[in-house]
């Protein structure tokens, strides 16, 4: 049977991966070497022009880390994907092969802390600007911010901290109508539970430090590439101009389009971002990020189910003034949650506790199984205190176009027994009930 006929709960334990090239390993080995044997020199000239496929320098490619390129592209369904050292790399890296000449990416405020820091004070001074649109939720408003030099829509599928859903199609519709990609961070969402590509998205990011490795022990990124995004030459001539380093057996400089066809864009992630800002993963890291994704689907499931479990409790609470999370009733993003995510939408909460920033400092050093930190989608259930840690960079101004209040605390619902969790928040609350 050919792989792509195979179910996500195949693929995310064989894709990529056939033992009979690997010594009939069935664990995937990990290549521990920096480099690699060009055989001969008629080799090497066949592999520097694109010839033949072959193994050159693990800062570019290495067997291990090429095997969770495969696997994750198979589990979006999608034609190819490049593996960084961490999310971020993937989503600089993003950004600097779709807008290099410089150029405007509208975004939307409710963005992981770093993503919206970076936008904010580092890319720009790189000729990346940013638009932070209020009107992320409101398509015909959006439409208006789209201007000449505005190169990609970029979003979060759900977002960090607050559960905001973003709604892909039509984003995607809007884009396209505008011949620039969507780019989508699916972080919070995971394969399992939400195909951007399905709904049009055009490139997909990952953070596996997250849910997709599941574990907290290791940083690593992944950019997926839909492969049927059209490269317009005249927004996007960097997949048209040819390169040297491109060249054929006979010296002709080639494009990126006309080497890697549809995934130009992986491509010149790879060979010019990848290879020349280097941050590459380790086969290590690949190995453990490959070894999260076996259960990727059995670990999703429970976390979907202690976070309901966890809900239904803290909807009760006398103790909250607000709860964020597309599930609910009361969450504006209810209904596309219905839609999008009919597997449940993640395993990250908030909410807003009654008494202040106070009693949340209380409340969160007051817990005993929860672990603070951050981090998000570990087997472990974590909690943090946005406004300080994961969104510390944000000054007041952006914390509030953020919606994010100091009295925010978020959880990562993790697999431990879920009446311990509950135990656990309960006796945080009733510690800290003095505060009003
Ligand atoms: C939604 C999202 N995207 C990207 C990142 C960055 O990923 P990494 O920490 O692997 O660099 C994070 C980290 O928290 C995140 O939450």
């Known amino acids: 049977m050919s792989e792509n006929k195979q179910k996500f709960d195949t693929l995310k334990i064989r894709a990529g991966y056939d033992p009979k090239e690997h010594n009939y390993a069935v664990s995937v080995p990990i290549y521990q070497t920096a480099s690699y044997d060009l055989g001969s020199t008629q080799r090497a000239d066949r592999i520097v022009s694109y010839r033949e496929d072959g193994w050159l320098y693990t800062r570019i490619n290495n067997p291990t880390v090429d095997v969770l390129e495969k696997r994750v592209a198979a589990l979006d369904d999608a034609p190819a994907a490049l593996a960084l050292s961490s999310g971020m790399a993937a989503i600089t890296y993003t950004l600097f092969a779709l807008t290099e000449g410089g150029g405007r990416i509208l975004t939307s405020p409710y963005l992981y802390g770093g993503s919206f820091d970076s936008y904010k004070s580092i890319l720009p ?79 997909v990011i990952y953070s596996a430090t997250k849910a997709l490795s599941g574990h907290g022990n290791v940083i690593a990124g992944l950019i997926v590439d839909g492969g049927k995004f059209k490269w317009n030459k005249e927004k996007f001539p960097q997949f048209h101009k040819k390169h040297y380093t491109l060249r054929d057996e006979e010296g002709n400089s080639r494009s ?130 946005p406004f300080k840690v994961t969104h510390g960079e944000l000054t007041d101004d952006d914390l509030e176009l953020a919606k994010i209040p100091l009295n925010l605390i978020r959880l990562s619902v993790g697999l431990e027994d879920a009446r311990d969790l509950i135990a656990d928040l309960e006796q945080a609350f009733e510690k800290t009930a003095d505060y009003k």
């Open 256 to 385: 990126y389009l006309d080497v890697f066809g549809d995934t130009a864009f992986i491509g010149k992630a790879r060979m010019d971002y990848l290879n020349y800002f280097g941050s590459a993963l380790s086969p290590f890291d690949a190995y453990l990020v490959l070894i999260g994704i076996e259960t990727l689907s059995e670990r999703i499931e429970k976390h979907v189910a202690n976070t309901k479990k966890i809900l239904e409790y803290l909807e009760k609470s006398p103790h909250i003034k607000k709860i964020h999370h597309p599930t609910l009733q009361s969450s504006p993003y209810n209904e596309l949650s219905k839609k999008y995510f009919p597997k449940g939408a993640g395993s990250i909460l908030s909410f807003e506790i009654k008494g202040g920033k106070e009693r949340g400092q209380k409340f969160i050093d007051a817990l005993e199984i929860f672990t603070y930190l951050a981090n998000l989608g570990d087997a472990k259930s974590l909690v943090i205190d």
């Open 125 to 203: 001074r790189f000729g990346i600007n940013f638009d932070f649109s209020k009107n992320i939720e409101n398509i015909k408003e959006l439409e208006k911010e789209i201007k000449p030099d505005t190169k990609a829509i970029f979003v979060e599928s759900i977002s960090n901290p607050n559960g905001a859903l973003a709604d892909i199609p039509v984003l995607a519709e809007l884009a396209h109508k505008h011949n620039i990609p969507l780019i989508v961070d699916n972080t919070v969402a995971t394969p399992y539970l939400f195909n951007p590509f399905k709904h049009g998205a055009d490139i």
